[in-house]
């Protein structure tokens, strides 16, 4: 099971951190990521942090950074400069050999 915490309200520029944890141990060689999806609209990937590399969709390189915490079973998005259009429901999800599973999803609303 993913939990995902952190998201909220935040004005336009501002920043904000989600975290990810899974309830059981993960795999380091376990694929995680972060995907959005803003109202009405289909579920886009953002980040993905592997144990050899990360990547981010253009829409957010510079602006997002991923990390994981091995030890903790944890994966975050820190999300700096944020932007109206980044509004969504974040999702973490984690690719395993068993299998691809998601979290419940978090709201991050940018407005002002």
């Known amino acids: 099971q993913l939990v995902e915490s952190g998201g909220g309200l935040v004005q336009p520029g501002g920043s904000l951190g989600l975290s990810c944890t899974a309830s059981g141990s993960i795999s380091r060689t376990a694929l995680m990521g972060w995907y959005r999806q803003p109202p009405g609209m289909q579920r886009d990937y953002i980040a993905h942090?592997?144990?050899?590399?990360?990547g981010y969709a253009d829409s957010v390189k510079g602006r997002f950074t991923i990390s994981r915490d091995y030890g903790k079973n944890t994966m975050y998005l820190q999300m700096n400069s944020l932007k109206p259009e980044d509004t969504a429901v974040y999702y973490c999800h984690v690719r395993t050999i068993y299998g691809d599973f998601w979290g419940q999803g978090t709201q991050v609303t940018v407005s002002s």
């Open positions: 942090a592997s144990i050899t590399d990360t």
